[in-house]
Structure formats: C-alpha cells, structure tokens
C-alpha cells in the first residue's frame, strides 16, 4: 500500500521543514494544533555555568531526563478552556496562576505552564549566546528601537489612545529568543507570564526539584509537600528549616533584593524591592549555590543580563511571573522576575505560555 500523509502530518512536516526541525506542531485531545519551538537538552557547561555535564534542571526530572522540551512559540491564547500557542492572536489575559495551570492541562497528559525552570534555560541560553531579544515592552513597540511594533490588539485609556498588547508573534524577528523566524516570540514583553515552580513565603525561596513542575500531578497549592526550600549548599529540604535562603530589601521595607538565610526586615503590600537582575545582594559570608543560578533566580556573574529587573515581595505567598510586559521599558527581558502578587492575581497585561514535555 502507498504511504500516506494526513493533514495533521503535512502540516507539521511544513512547520519542521520550514524552520529546519527548530519547532514543530503538537495536538491536544481535542485535535488542535500548537506550534512549539523544540528545546534540545543543555547543560550547566552549555550556558556557562561551570564544567559540569549534568543537564540542567529544565531537562531533569525525577522519573527521568529529558532530551527536550516544547516550549510555545507564541503566548498562550485560550479557547474551550485550552491554551494554544498560535500565531495573530490576542494573547489571554487576566487569568490567575492556578486558571493558567488548568487551561494547560486541560490539554491533555504532558502539557503545563512554561515552568521557571524552563524560562530560566532559555534565558540563559540567551545569555550564554550574547543575544537578548527585543520586544514590545513600551506601548506597542521596542523602547531601544520604536520602529519595531506588532499588529495592535487591546488599547485602554481615554479614548482608547493608548497602546498595549499586540498579536502574537507579529513583531519582527528580532522579537524572537534567537533573532530567526523560527524562534519563540514574546519573551520579552506584550505580556507578563506566569511560571510554576517558584515562590517565596515570608521571603523564604522555595522551588521543585529539578523540573518536577512540568509533571502532570505537580501539586503547586499553598500546603504541597513538593515545595523545597534551599540551603546555602543546594540541599533541598523542608520550607521553615533553619538557615534555608530567603529575601527581604536593602532598606526598612524596600531597596535592593538581599538573599539571607534569616529575614529581619519585610516589604508590605504597598512596598517591593527591587534592582537591575545583575546588582541582586547577598548578605555577608553567604553562598548562593549554583541550583539558584541554572534556575535564573540569582545571577550567574556580574555581567548585564540583559540589564533586566527584578521585583519581589517578602511577606506572605507570592509567586512569580517574567519577561515583562508593554509598560516594562528596559526592565524587560528573558531574565526580568516578579514575585510581588499572590497566585489569585489577574491583569490585563499578566498571561501565560504553554509547554510540553514527554
């Protein structure tokens, strides 16, 4: 019998050969396609974080490594209560972090949110290759190249004069992680994205192992026994141990992010602290080990980073979104984090990204 191709088939294998096997199109359970950049395993040596060969957290899991990653090529826009990485559309917005975790899985097993591990890969693969991407990151365009813009799909205020979102990937490829055509859109700026995986309680910084987030029976609520707080020598052990790593600002209840291991000064809700991603402190005679660094919560060295920002809060639960959204200037980018609002927190400039992993 003569081979045979259905439409799905030809339409992947267009995608595949168009962008020479960078990304392809994966079907959820209701046959819809998303469009994911294909993400081969790295390691801490491949970005430059030391000599080691172990892969780095995105691409371990505890039941197994992963060769690769899926990663949506475009922000997550959302129909029957799926998220699909589609190019042209509005991206979905005002949705909290646990609705973002449901829209992803509803997609069927393997599916998730973007995991800060995986952002946190990514971002340093930038890094490590010296190309940090633009984006709309100031009302419709680039702040450092305002020719640059996307096709508009939300403008607010008076007479709706201002700009905000526009459709994904309709920016220039300049706006992709890796300036090619076939790279993954958005990560810096159009909308701020949750990831999973990461928060702090009372500034204690807690994580999952490795990329245990992008598990199907990843637990992120408040009381999950798979939150782990980190010591100084990259133990993982239980929130509330003595001497984990934690945050609080330089100043009474704000200034520069300080990582200790025992907080004597909180921010509020009407406070943050926050600095250039590359000027984050560390109190006296502290270590940050390197599981902090492969997951792009502490700087690798003392270079730019992109001069992206970091913000966060040290009172109570808060989880963190990235990359920035239309009104985050020069404060966007692959390496800018949030944690200043709790998991119930909507916006019109907050959405998501969808990934897979086998």
Not at 92 to 102: E, G, I, L, N, R
Request: one cysteine or more; proline letters at 6%; aromatic letters at 12%.
């Amino acid at each position: 019998m003569p081979f045979t191709f259905s439409m799905k088939d030809t339409y992947r294998h267009s995608v595949e050969a168009a962008s020479g096997g960078k990304q392809t199109v994966l079907y959820d359970n209701k046959g819809i396609p998303s469009v994911m950049n294909i993400i081969p395993m790295l390691t801490y040596k491949d970005v430059g974080l030391g000599d080691s060969t172990a892969p780095l957290p995105a691409f371990a899991r505890s039941d197994k490594n992963l060769n690769e990653i899926f990663i949506g090529t475009f922000q997550a826009y959302v129909h029957d209560d799926r998220a699909y990485s589609l190019p042209g559309q509005d991206p979905k917005v005002y949705v909290t972090h646990d609705q973002a975790v449901a829209f992803a899985r509803n997609k069927g097993p393997g599916w998730h949110v973007v995991t800060n591990a995986e952002y946190a890969a990514i971002a340093l693969w930038c890094k490590k290759n010296g190309y940090y991407p633009r984006g709309n990151n100031n009302y419709g365009c680039d702040i450092s190249a305002p020719h640059e813009k996307g096709r508009v799909t939300y403008r607010y205020g008076e007479n709706n004069a201002t700009i905000g979102r526009v459709a994904t990937g309709t920016g220039p490829v300049a706006w992709t992680h890796d300036g090619t055509p076939c790279g993954i859109y958005d990560l810096n700026g159009n909308v701020w994205e949750w990831s999973t995986g990461l928060r702090t309680v009372n500034g204690e910084i807690q994580i999952f192992d490795v990329n245990n987030a992008s598990l199907d029976n990843a637990d992120f609520t408040n009381g999950s026994p798979q939150w782990r707080a980190v010591l100084p020598n990259g133990q993982l052990v239980n929130p509330g141990t003595a001497g984990t790593l934690k945050i609080q600002p330089s100043g009474t209840d704000s200034g520069t992010i300080t990582f200790v291991t025992e907080v004597t000064k909180q921010t509020t809700d009407a406070t943050s602290m926050g600095n250039q991603f590359k000027d984050t402190a560390v109190g006296s005679g502290i270590v940050i080990p390197d599981i902090l660094k492969a997951l792009a919560i502490f700087p690798s060295d003392t270079s730019d980073h992109g001069n992206d920002y970091y913000y966060a809060r040290n009172n109570g639960e808060r989880l963190f979104f990235r990359g920035g959204c239309w009104l985050s200037q020069p404060s966007a980018g692959v390496f800018y984090l949030y944690g200043a609002h709790p998991r119930s927190f909507s916006y019109h400039a907050l959405g998501f990204r969808v990934a897979f992993a086998e």
